[in-house]
């Protein structure tokens, strides 16, 4: 049985950081797409960063470039995003999620091509 828990959110000032986790079990994080997204109350969930486990590419929104980091500790199988210089228009839930498919094209893939997901953390930015 696979689960991810995210951490890590909360209020921050403007121009302030935050550092979210997603702790994974039952599943390795090896050859698999991982992912950040977010999503607003009546919004569509947006992928706001992507990382393919194999070949440690990653892709980014581009409210995200330059500020953001995705991430892995593989000896404790967990995903994390660095969030640096946040501002207002970032508040939202935070989700990570993650793709087994070894055939998927993990940077171009959508919501619907992840299988797992975590139940989300809160980021509030002032």
């Known amino acids: 049985h696979v689960q991810l828990v995210e951490s890590g959110g909360g209020s921050v000032q403007a121009r302030g950081s935050l550092r979210l986790s997603c702790a994974v079990s039952?599943?390795?994080?090896?050859?698999?797409?991982m992912a950040w997204f977010r999503q607003g109350s009546g919004n569509e969930r947006e992928a706001v960063a992507i990382?393919?486990?194999?070949?440690?590419?990653?892709r980014y929104s581009d409210a995200a470039k330059g500020r953001f980091t995705i991430f892995q500790d593989d000896a404790k199988d967990t995903l994390y995003l660095q969030m640096s210089k946040l501002k207002p228009e970032d508040t939202d839930r935070y989700f990570c999620?993650?793709?087994?498919?070894?055939?998927?094209?993990?940077?171009?893939?959508?919501?619907?091509?992840?299988?797992?997901w975590g139940q989300g953390t809160q980021v509030t930015v002032s």
């Open positions: 990382l393919h486990r194999g070949s440690g590419n990653s």
């Open positions: 999620a993650a793709a087994p498919d070894p055939w998927l094209v993990c940077l171009e893939a959508t919501p619907a091509d992840f299988t797992y």
């Open positions: 039952g599943y390795t994080l090896s050859s698999i797409c």
